[in-house]
């Protein structure tokens, strides 16, 4: 059995906990927003919208399980949900992964105009990446209402703790042809583990040698963790599973 957080249309989204039994879904009531799903019941995890982006997200590694997701708001410009998996062990997390849902209001001129056209193209959209890093305390502090606070929150929420230095790799997405909307898939893991901190990361603005070389192997992990598929009426194309290639831009 595979536990499926379904995303349908149209906004805003309430988002459906089912069960797949083969190829046909059976709806299970609601998950409260910020509440983590029974874990005995998970065998993989998997994300499905509707559309923009007509889109499906599983868990490739076993070991990433659902936490739970939040609602994020970017100002007064845009909002969307985050989508959080992680490995955990205990209270300490190990990695996490991230999908964000974001759009502007409709009220808002603002599009996102990323230059795609050179990107790999998974699961009928293409992919932008990159690597970042950044340390929690300062991101709370700076911006209490942002989208990192509000998972960090969540972490918390679920008695985790919250890493200092997190290290990302992000593949991005425009998810409509109005550039409206945008998904954006994190994939984090934490300095601790790495025994860096951002001065091994960051020289000013200019990032140095160690993370450079890092980051190869950071893309390997992140796009080993998750797969993609594309969505037709509602419903995952099974067979269509891939993942987004290493060094793809």
Known sequence: MAEQ???PTPRPRNI???LAFCASYSFFP????????????IKEAVIVSAENPALAIRMADDAMRTIGRHAITIG????????IFGETDGAEVKRL???QFEAFHADNDGTYNYDLSKSPEVAGYRWRSNAYAFDMTASRRDNPAGEAAGTAALLEKFELNVPENWLMWRSLTVTDENRKG????????????HNMTLADIYVGDDETPEWISFQKDLERRANAVFELAPVVDGIPLGESWVHIPV???
Do not use: C, H, Q, W
């Open 5 to 7: 957080l379904f995303r």
């Open 16 to 18: 459906l906990l089912a």
């Open 30 to 41: 609601l998950l409260a927003n910020d509440t983590p799903p029974d874990e005995s019941r």
């Open 76 to 83: 007064d410009r845009a909002s969307g949900e985050r989508f």
């Open 97 to 99: 992964f991230i999908a």
């Open 182 to 193: 945008e998904l954006i898939l994190f994939y984090v893991e934490f300095g601790k583990d």
């Open 247 to 249: 060094g793809g831009e």
